[in-house]
């Protein structure tokens, strides 16, 4: 039964996905960045929903109350497809940091071009750390904030990746908060994997981490301890 519930959520997901992007890139020209957002990201909060009705799966977000006003830079563990689609929904208007090779996918790849997402040459990891800095720093000051997935990949639940320090060089450049999260959405869509399995994911906001006087290392170190203690305790 859930295999079937699981098919029906992709043939929606898709069958929404192709349109909803076709008018993205064809009304996209015309309207300012900022109202971009809430109309392309319409479909991440269908997603959400059509999970929620096709394969039971539903949320809880506590700690929302721990988001600073302002912009700041988020950071939150990867472990499957639905967070990306959650957060950016939840928290926009917030800037993507993807593949640069995304931006070339017909439609979807080019109404993700209009969100001004900061794009990275994967290819020259010498350059990216600075594309990082520089991108993310212009979509601050434009009044987007930034979420940043620090272990580069999607990691199963109960597996543990070193998490890059981008996103606290990030921070301390543009002297901006970094706002950690933990979830365990890898429970329940897990990565790579068809079959969607009925629940509830637990979303976790912690308190927003400032760089003050510290390194980006020890501002890493601080973020991943406390998402890896959160998802720990919300993960079955």
Known sequence: MQL??????????????????????????????????????LWNAFVVWWLKVTCGVRYQITGKENVPPGTYVMVANHQSTWETLFLYWEFLPICAILKKELLNIPFFGWGLRLLKPIAIDRT?????LQQLKTQGRANLDAGRS????????????????RYSAGAAELAIAADKPIVPVAHNAGEFWPAHKLIKYPGTIQVVIGKPIYPDSKTAREITQEAEAWIRQSTGSVEQ
């Open 124 to 128: 020259m990891k010498s350059k990216a």
């Open 146 to 161: 930034v979420l940043v997935f620090p272990e580069g990949t999607r990691v199963a639940p109960g597996v543990e990746k």
């Open 4 to 41: 079937i519930r699981s098919l029906l959520f992709y043939f929606g997901y898709f069958t929404v996905l192709v349109p909803h992007a076709m008018l993205c890139v064809l009304l996209g020209f015309f309207i300012p960045v900022a109202w971009r957002y809430p109309y392309f990201l």
